[in-house]
């Protein structure tokens, strides 16, 4: 039985450069469909409205374009469903698509064709914005780093997001590893899926851990709460001044 009172920083088949791009695509596929129905998607959404309420009155928001960037993009169905939503609600749009995987950013153009993403091949730290997005988030990505780089990264999107930044990444529990095990052994026909899946729940972390890791990069205002599926989702804005 696995340890849950520790992260593993066992590496994700994923994180590796040489899996053929067909099984990226599977793998980002199956992704999109755990993210629709196990509740990313709806979290992801969550997020954004938090900062947009947070940071813009209505009116002003609906007579600008507001940029919003993700890092560790992936295939980009976070983009999909934050478009669609966007589209419902007269809000124009403009994403910023980061990720280092060229293979998952060669699917992602695909995914999105009906949508305007400025692409990036890139590690996210070198990306250079002719001007600073509204909004910066990631989902399910955070937990591919080592805590000293993830420091690094909650700074890097503080001082990279004009108006906040929200963070959707898995809570570490017994429960939601082995649940997300079964589902996968039976269900997916991707080996990276069957693999990195209960894994990041492994690499995942639990609140108290994001407490101190939001403290050591100096956050200004962020909540912290539990999501339905074993999420958390950490929503900072600019200029305001506490962790809850």
């Known amino acids: 039985m696995p340890d849950f009172s520790h992260r593993t920083y066992q590496s994700e088949l994923l994180d590796r450069p040489d899996i053929p791009f067909e099984d990226i695509r599977r793998n980002m596929q199956e992704l999109e469909i755990i993210n629709r129905y196990l509740g990313g998607h709806?979290?992801?959404?969550?997020?954004?409205?938090?900062?947009?309420s947070g940071s813009f009155?209505?009116?002003?928001?609906?007579?600008?374009?507001?940029?919003?960037?993700e890092i560790g993009c992936g295939g980009g169905d976070n983009l999909k469903a934050i478009n669609s939503w966007c589209i419902k609600k007269g809000i124009k749009v403009h994403f910023i698509g980061i990720d280092i995987?060229?293979?998952c950013i060669r699917y992602a153009r695909e995914n999105c064709r009906t949508i305007e993403v400025?692409?990036?091949?890139?590690d996210y730290r070198e990306v250079v914005f002719r001007s600073k997005p509204d909004i910066i988030f990631s989902s399910l990505f955070c937990h591919h780093f080592h805590e000293d780089a993830l420091v690094e990264q909650l700074t890097w999107m503080r001082e990279n997001a004009s108006a906040g930044f929200f963070i959707n990444d898995l809570h570490r529990h017994a429960l939601?590893?082995?649940s997300i095990k079964w589902l996968t052994r039976y269900f997916s026909g991707s080996y990276l899926v069957k693999n990195d899946a209960p894994l990041s729940v492994l690499r995942g972390f639990i609140k108290r851990e994001w407490v101190q890791l939001l403290s050591q990069a100096g956050m200004i205002h962020c909540t912290i709460q539990w999501k339905c599926a074993f999420r958390w989702l950490m929503v900072c804005i600019?200029?305001?001044?506490?962790?809850?």
């Open 42 to 52: 709806r979290i992801t959404l969550s997020g954004m409205k938090s900062v947009l």
């Open 57 to 69: 009155t209505p009116g002003s928001l609906l007579s600008r374009k507001i940029t919003i960037c």
């Open 101 to 103: 995987n060229k293979d």
């Open 118 to 122: 400025e692409w990036k091949a890139s």
């Open 176 to 178: 939601a590893y082995y």
């Open 238 to 244: 600019t200029g305001k001044g506490r962790i809850e």
